[in-house]
């Protein structure tokens, strides 16, 4: 396949396109697992924060009586408290519902509507800055780059007056860091599936155009065979009309050429005649009109239709029909007849003077079994899966000198096949040949 452009082009194009879909399907897949991933820790988060947030909020807004004046009950709240300016070491929280500071990265401060740090507690860096902003959720990042997610809220005296923000947060390191690794995998794992991707592409595309590339293969075969069985009687006509038609050509000389000329042209119209039968079967199967064929009549009509041809040989052809009810098949009585006729032909044809040719009759529970047994030259075994190639001929030259063009058995073939039937050989070199058809019987018989 790689020999042909065509084929070539079109497997890399193939393979491309399945790369392409299945690389974009992939890119999908990786890019919604990577944001579905980000976004599960964030909101969990979200929701801790919220919830501890919300918490201390309740707790803490009925004690508060002075805008931006912290009362020690806060700090009873929050044992860990830390006033700004001062210094503390850090404390751990007693409290059940703080206990969310005790794990990593939590932090609580306090600070005024102006944006001045009144207290903080947990783990938080002292260069991390202050922000007052309307909206509640925010995202910091402190000098060293590390990033935290903080929710604002606004607290509010027992008077309803703007006290000032209580902020909790936490640090994203632990979820960045997760995130880089997840990032990682998938920017070498994504390429990585990619190339298997491409590879098992260019196979797959290579599995997908071989019946394709077989078929036309046979085509060209096919083709190239066909003129070259055209070429020959043609050339052989035009040389004869060459010689004959120069001035000193006899009489004699024009008859011997338009003997030679009806002989070729014999020749030719066989040969067209059978390349249509085998498109018209290769086409259409079977042709619209279907039968019940009686296959006793068919071969009894065959044996004598060819007793004349076989007296000529000095062969003796003879019908062997082993049942007294008609064994009856579904098809064209026209091709079937052609079939068994292409069978007895060689049969007489490959089978010396004094020899003998047997066509049997027989069925079995589900088929009609019609075998053409010679013998004949025989075919030699390594020959014997070729015969029914197309333009195949065991040994050139005898075939040509006996034969046809090498289509019969091909022809017989796909009749048989159109049939739902199938045909076999037994041979042996020498001695002679066996050909069964066997076709499915008739469903109501
Ligand atoms: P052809 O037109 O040359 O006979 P076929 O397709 O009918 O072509 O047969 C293919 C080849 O098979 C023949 O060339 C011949 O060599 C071989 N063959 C077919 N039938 C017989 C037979 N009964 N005995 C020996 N050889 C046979």
């Known amino acids: 396949m790689k020999h042909n452009r065509v084929f070539h082009t079109t497997r890399l194009r193939l393979a491309g396109l399945y790369a392409g879909t299945m690389g974009f399907i992939l890119t999908l897949c990786a890019v919604g697992f990577y944001e579905a991933m980000a976004y599960s820790h964030v909101s969990e988060l979200n929701h801790r924060i919220e919830s501890v947030a919300g918490t201390l909020h309740d707790g803490l807004e009925a004690s508060l009586q002075q805008p931006g004046k912290l009362e020690p009950i806060v700090q009873e709240f929050i044992p860990s408290l830390c006033i700004a300016r001062t210094t503390c070491a850090y404390k751990s929280t007693a409290t059940h519902y703080l206990g969310v500071f005790q794990e990593y990265g939590y932090y609580i401060r306090f600070v005024t509507l102006s944006g001045q740090l009144l207290a903080s507690a947990g783990e938080i860096p002292t260069d991390l800055p202050v922000r007052v902003e309307t909206e509640p959720w925010q995202t910091l990042e402190a000098p060293d780059r590390t990033r935290y997610k903080q929710l604002s809220l606004l607290l509010k005296t027992a008077n309803q007056d703007a006290w000032g923000y209580m902020q909790v947060g936490r640090s994203l390191s632990d979820i960045d860091g997760h995130m880089v690794w997840v990032r990682l995998i998938l920017l070498i794992g994504l390429p990585t599936a990619m190339l298997l991707v491409a590879i098992a592409s260019w196979w797959l595309a290579g599995q997908a155009m071989l019946p394709v590339y077989r078929s036309y293969r046979q085509m060209q075969q096919f083709t190239a065979d066909a003129a070259h069985e055209l070429r020959t009687p043609l050339a052989t006509i035009r040389a004869n009309l060459e010689s004959t038609l120069t001035p000193d050509a006899t009489d004699a000389d024009a008859w011997d050429t338009l003997r030679t000329v009806e002989r070729q042209n014999g020749r030719l119209s066989r040969l067209v005649h059978d390349l249509l039968v085998l ?72 089978t010396p003077a004094s020899g003998q040719v047997i066509v049997h009759l027989k069925r079995d529970d589900h088929h009609a079994l019609i075998q053409v047994q010679d013998t004949g030259i025989g075919i030699p075994s390594k020959e014997q899966a070729r015969i029914f190639d197309r333009f195949y001929r065991v040994n050139s030259d005898r075939s040509r000198h006996t034969g046809g063009a090498g289509l019969g058995l091909a022809i017989a073939q796909a009749i048989a096949k159109a049939h739902q039937g199938t045909i076999q050989v037994k041979s042996e070199l020498g001695k002679g040949s066996t050909f069964t058809v066997q076709l499915p019987l008739r469903k109501d018989k």
């Open 279 to 350: 498109s018209r079967v290769d086409l259409q199967g079977l042709p619209a009109k279907q039968e019940s064929c009686n296959l006793n009549d068919l071969v009894n009509d065959l044996v004598e239709e060819f007793s004349a041809l076989a007296i000529a040989s000095n062969i003796s052809l003879t019908a062997d029909i082993q049942t007294n009810t008609p064994i009856t098949v579904f098809g064209s009585e026209e091709q079937l007849y052609r079939l068994v006729a292409n069978l007895i032909t060689n049969a007489i044809q490959y």
